[in-house]
């Protein structure tokens, strides 16, 4: 069992910054990959960023050159750095934990890009 505790969302403006923080209860070694979905309203959950046990990273094409995914191996902790938010980022991140067998998933955490 894999639990994910999502950190640091919140209500920024267009152009600005944040970051998301997902803690996992195991060693991110164990891990095949961990990522980050986002789920707008009527829309399909879709990948925003993943990054496996060997260090590759993938982005979706929406977020390229904005967002950034990173992890702390140590604090067992994966990060995403979005900037240049956009209105259209509005959405539920979840983090996502891949062993291949199975996927696990965060609560979910809400990040609103509005005036």
């Known amino acids: 069992q894999v639990q994910l505790v999502e950190s640091g969302g919140g209500l920024v403006q267009p152009g600005g910054s944040l970051r998301l923080s997902c803690a996992a209860s195991?060693?991110?070694?164990?891990?095949?990959?961990m990522g980050w979905y986002r789920q707008a309203p009527g829309k399909q959950r879709e990948l925003v960023a993943n990054i496996v046990r060997d260090g590759s990273t993938r982005y979706g094409d929406s977020v390229k050159g904005r967002f950034t995914i990173s992890s702390d191996n140590v604090k067992n902790t994966v990060y995403l750095q979005m900037n240049s938010l956009k209105p259209e980022d509005t959405a539920v991140y979840y983090c996502?934990?891949?062993?291949?067998?199975?996927?696990?998933w965060g609560q979910g955490i809400q990040v609103t890009v509005s005036l």
């Open positions: 195991v060693s991110i070694f164990s891990l095949y990959a």
């Open positions: 996502s934990a891949d062993l291949l067998v199975r996927q696990y």
